[in-house]
């Protein structure tokens, strides 16, 4: 399998693969500004009006439409091209990626600002500006590598649409097309690791797209800029790695014997079932908090919604009193379930570097959003949410 890519990878294929992404992306891009979509105020403000930034909520019905289609008409099997479409979506992301800090530079004089954290709604903008800890001390001077690769602005938008939405939705939409390639496409598609595998992402591109307007209040909004990381990451990391999985059962010849029963295949989905409750319920209560302040309860009135004691703005109740980050943890589980099918199945270590990716990604995260809760919230404050809820990531644990 792996030679056939190998053999279709010359310079013509990859130039043809270019023009087909681009022509890919152009198409999500036409289909994401022609479908209406519910528009909601978001949780960072316009650095120039002050006001909450407006947001049109098309994800999930993009993804629909989209797959659907693929799934109708199956117009090519991509897999026997991955090479030449993995090379593809590198000169992509890194084109895309210098000219977007080419226009800040230039045109946004977006470097004139190193600020840590995106101005929200919560707050006026003089009190953002007066903020100590919105400034950044290791980027006042400029660094090109830094600000080419985690980006100058925090939440671009052209022509009414929000470049990071576009980008999570684009990345959703091309790694479920990929999935349905493995499906229809492999022997391994008829074998039960390879629907539960491809089962769960799915499950995972749905509700991530299902659930845009929660995913305004994270950190992804709030403090990570738009740079070649989110860029090269949602345009080909995220389509490719994410799905990488199944590159591995494709190239894995597996016996019948080796297949899952469907009782391993129901304990893993559990195990990701639990996953998905942490992460999804923790997000699901956090913007709750941030939207209705005056709610008490959460879950059907199952969950307090408890603020910490001196400070309104602090949740310490329910999925934020088992961890300070529970919702990362659901994420590393999450990811564990999808990897396992795969291992089950092919006994391939290299599955585990998904669930791995996830470790690497969210350890320092964890540790950088404390330390920005801490300047934003007072010492004080953190330090009595931290002796509440001693667990960083994993719940009563760690």
């Known amino acids: 399998f792996f030679s056939t890519m190998l053999s279709c990878c010359t310079m013509e294929s990859v130039v043809v693969a270019t023009a087909g992404l681009l022509g890919w992306y152009m198409f999500v891009g036409l289909v994401y500004a022609l479908v209406p979509g519910r528009e909601v105020a978001g949780y960072v403000c316009d650095d120039k009006t002050g006001k909450a930034r407006q947001y049109k909520l098309v994800g999930f019905k993009v993804l629909v439409i989209l797959t659907t289609l693929w799934y109708c008409f199956d117009p090519i099997n991509i897999l026997p091209y991955g090479t030449s479409l993995a090379v593809a979506s590198l000169i992509i992301g890194l084109a895309a990626s210098l000219s977007l800090y080419i226009y800040h530079v230039t045109v946004a004089k977006a470097a004139q600002d190193r600020r840590r954290r995106a101005h929200t709604r919560d707050q006026t903008r003089e009190q953002y500006m007066q903020e100590s800890y919105s400034v950044n001390p290791p980027s006042k001077e400029s660094n090109f590598f830094l ?6 602005t925090f939440n671009p938008q052209l022509l009414g649409v929000d470049a990071k939405m576009y980008l999570y ?17 492999t022997e391994a598609g008829q074998t039960v690791a390879m629907r539960l595998f491809a089962g769960m992402l799915t499950f995972f591109f749905t509700e991530y797209c299902f659930f845009e307007e929660p995913h305004l209040y994270t950190y992804d909004f709030l403090t990570e800029r738009l740079g070649c990381k989110l860029v090269f990451g949602c345009l080909s990391f995220y389509p490719l790695f994410y799905t990488a999985n199944g590159w591995l059962f494709a190239s894995t010849a597996v016996p019948a014997q080796n297949d899952l029963t469907h009782m391993q295949a129901a304990a893993i989905a559990i195990l990701y079932l639990c996953g998905w409750i942490l992460t999804r319920g923790a997000n699901m209560q956090k913007f709750m908090f941030k939207t209705q302040p005056n709610r008490k309860q959460f879950l059907f009135g199952l969950i307090p919604q408890t603020a910490l004691e001196g400070n309104s703005r602090v949740l310490c109740s329910g999925f934020w009193g088992l961890a300070r980050h529970t919702n990362y943890f659901g994420e590393i589980v999450q990811g564990l379930a999808i990897a396992m ?17 996830y470790v690497l990604l969210l350890v320092p995260r964890a540790i950088d959003d404390d330390a920005l809760c801490e300047a934003r919230y007072g010492q004080k404050a953190w330090d009595a949410y931290k002796t509440r809820v001693p667990a960083r990531i994993i719940p009563f644990v760690l």
Not at 172 to 185: I, K, P, R
Not at 346 to 356: D, I, S
């Open 169 to 185: 939705t684009v990345g959703a939409v091309t790694g479920e097309v990929v999935l349905l390639n493995f499906v229809l496409h």
């Open 147 to 152: 600000d080419f690769w985690f980006g100058l």
């Open 341 to 357: 099918p795969v291992y089950l199945a092919t006994g391939r270590l290299e599955a585990f570097a998904y669930p791995l990716y």
